[in-house]
């Protein structure tokens, strides 16, 4: 187990539907992050939050959504996404006062816009 | 800017011989550095990192890595390769204009053989 949980660990969803993934962490950290993961793609940074507020944004579109209740949960919001919007989404969670401590990383939601 | 280079997109190696995965970085002052492993299905693990002290850093499974600021390289090595360190391998570096932000390099995957 690596602390940080996400559900669901497949997905698949048409174009109109609208879903979330969900992630999880038990680990204490305050900071939780979204990564795209695409194939011969380097790993995209999508959103980034600090003690619950939102430090950082990539120039997501905004059919992605992100939402982070409280320190330990964070949601990625999806509404008419596009084929291309097909990955592998990974949340991760690190310490964000430390410049020692990695990123501890869930095993990712695969998704699949049909 | 920061940036992390991985020059193999494939590294090739044969059971019991020894490996190295390369990397290099760009950064403005002192770098952080890190290795991560992504095995099939899975998110990405924390292997190791440098952040002062010796060169040589010891990490997760066997592994190690080499940091060389002349070179400005951070190769990860294991001298004795095993087909279960069959993986994608990602090097990354702190963002040095946020603690807790990683700049990942496109990754490298190892295929060990029998």
């Known amino acids: 187990e690596t602390g940080v949980t996400q559900t669901p660990r497949h997905l698949v969803m048409g174009m109109t539907n609208k879903k979330s993934l969900k992630c999880e962490q038990h680990l204490g950290h305050n900071a939780m992050y979204w990564y795209k993961q695409s194939a011969k793609k380097p790993l995209e940074l999508m959103f980034v939050y600090n003690f619950k507020e939102q430090t950082e944004n990539n120039s997501v579109p905004s059919r992605f959504s992100p939402e982070c209740p409280n320190s330990s949960h964070l949601f990625l919001h999806l509404h008419t996404l596009q084929p291309e919007d097909s990955a592998l989404y990974l949340c991760a969670s690190s310490q964000p006062d430390s410049t020692n401590s990695p990123l501890h990383f869930g095993n990712g939601t695969r998704l699949t816009v049909t | 800017a920061q940036s992390v280079a991985q020059p193999e997109d494939q590294v090739n190696v044969a059971e019991g011989n020894p490996l190295t995965v390369k990397c290099t970085y760009s950064v403005s002052g002192n770098p952080y550095l890190f290795w991560y492993v992504q095995y099939p299905n899975r998110g990405l693990q924390f292997l190791l990192k440098?952040?002062?002290?010796?060169?040589l850093v010891k990490g997760s499974y066997g592994f190690e890595a080499e940091f060389n600021k002349s070179q400005t390289s951070f190769h990860l090595k294991k001298p004795s390769a095993l087909v279960s360190d069959s993986a994608l391998y990602f090097c990354a570096v702190r963002d040095v204009d946020s603690s807790y932000k990683l700049i990942f390099g496109s990754g490298t995957r190892l295929l060990v053989r029998p």
């Open positions: 440098y952040i002062t002290g010796d060169n």
